[in-house]
């Protein structure tokens, strides 16, 4: 069995919210997994992690860039927030997201696509690291495109045009008027960006994502006592309304607080001329996902004191 750390348990607490003597039951159950010991306490009714996203603590700036049919987003991680406002690391991470739109292709791609400078990507980084002398990764990159439509680019709270820490790309199928169709792929933009939504349509939820909320769901719903054709249908609506808080073409459009995406896209098509089909979306938040080393201010200043 895992030992129970006092770290392990702290880490849960940070992840789910829930009080430290749950934490430390949950983790007992599950013999230490993390992710297990989450779904244990959300059974239990004792934590609200299906709504956190985690922790996010990497520094660095994703950038974002859309042309036509077209769009990339980039995330570039240094050590420090400084170095977000460094020049070089801007012009770096606006250059690599240009060459991503340009020429496609995921992360390892970008890395030896070439550079301004004759350089790799890659080596451009390098090169880089060296001269402000920070740590840097070149973490991941994607890009949209469709054949017909357009792709939008949002940066929300941008710290220059086109950089800042959440990024997102929206890509619209469609023979319909240019225009209303940017109009209407900037505003989901912006819906993504604060609704942040797991998937486009409930078809495109992964299958082990939809089988692990129904058996957290059901779990919850036997500890009421009921009948198991009543467990059926609670369960049953609860899956819906999770679907509505995390699919886009559920949730609530944010812009108006009020009316179904799926609607506001069939709307815009009887406005742009011709049907809309929402191909895609990319949100990059700077970070997530990534645990930085907590760092003991007391303790480096008397390592530093006794060397």
Request: with cysteine.
């Amino acid at each position: 069995m895992a030992e129970i750390t006092a770290a392990l348990v702290k880490e849960l607490r940070e992840k789910t919210g829930a009080g430290m003597m749950d934490c430390k039951k949950a983790l007992a159950e599950t013999k230490g997994d993390i992710e297990e010991a989450s779904d244990w306490l959300r059974k239990k009714g004792l934590s609200a992690a299906a709504k956190k996203s985690g922790r996010i603590a990497a520094e660095g700036l994703v950038g974002v860039a859309a042309k036509g049919t077209k769009g990339a987003v980039v995330e570039v991680n240094a050590e420090t927030d400084f170095v977000a406002r460094n020049d070089k690391f801007q012009d770096f991470v606006k250059q690599a997201t240009e060459i991503a739109l340009a020429s496609g292709g995921d992360v390892e791609a970008l890395k030896v696509a070439k550079h301004p400078s004759g350089k790799s990507v890659a080596d451009e980084l390098t090169n880089l690291v060296a001269t402000i002398g920070e740590n840097m990764n070149l973490r991941r990159s994607a890009t949209l495109s469709v054949g017909q439509g357009v792709v939008a680019s949002y940066m929300h709270n941008a710290l220059t045009p086109g950089l800042g820490r959440i990024g997102v790309l929206v890509a619209l199928e469609s023979a319909g008027n240019a225009a209303k169709l940017q109009e209407l792929a900037h505003k989901l933009s912006l819906h993504v960006a604060a609704a942040n939504p797991i998937a486009t349509s409930t078809a495109e939820v992964p299958a082990s994502t939809v089988d692990r909320e129904r058996n957290i769901l059901t779990e919850q719903a036997q500890a009421s006592g009921r009948p198991p054709e009543v467990i059926a249908k609670m369960v049953e609506g609860r899956l819906r309304k999770f679907y509505e808080e995390s699919v886009l073409l559920e949730q609530v459009f944010v812009v108006d607080g009020e009316t179904k995406v799926s609607k506001v896209v069939e709307q815009a098509a009887k406005d742009a001329g011709a049907p809309i089909k929402v191909a895609g979306f990319v949100r990059y938040a700077l970070g997530e996902g990534i645990e930085k080393k907590q760092e003991d201010f007391a303790a480096e200043v008397a390592a530093q004191v006794k060397r």
